[in-house]
Nanobody, 117 residues
Framework: QVQLVESGGDLVQAGGSLRLSCAAS????????MGWYRQAPGKQRGLVAT???????SYADSVKERFTISRDNAKNTVYLQMSSLKPEDTAVYYC???????????WGQGTQVTVSS
């Protein structure tokens, strides 16, 4: 059983910054990818950023240059530093983990990020 616990969601003004954290626990293989997806009201869940255990990263075009993903492999924790936030960044942010050995995906419960204009 793998559990993902997110924290850090909040209400922030446009132009502000926020840092999300997600800690994974349970039976996790060392080779994995962790990251963040988001879902705004009426829209599909979409990629924000991911980072493999080897350090490879992937970002949505809309967040490049503004968001930075990082992780602490020893703690099985992934972070998302968000800067220059825009109202269109408002969404529920979901932590994601893909276990490459088991080929299984896991999701957190989501954390709300609201950016006011």
């Amino acid at each position: 059983q793998v559990q993902l616990v997110e924290s850090g969601g909040d209400l922030v003004q446009a132009g502000g910054s926020l840092r999300l954290s997600c800690a994974a626990s349970g039976n996790i293989f060392n080779s994995n990818t962790m990251g963040w997806y988001r879902q705004a009201p009426g829209k599909q869940r979409g990629l924000v950023a991911t980072m493999s255990s080897g350090g490879s990263t992937s970002y949505a075009d809309s967040v490049k240059e503004r968001f930075t993903i990082s992780r602490d492999n020893a703690k099985n924790t992934v972070y998302l530093q968000m800067s220059s936030l825009k109202p269109e960044d408002t969404a529920v942010y979901y932590c994601y983990l893909r276990d490459h050995w088991k080929a299984e995906d896991y999701w957190g419960q989501g954390t709300q990020v609201t950016v006011s204009s």
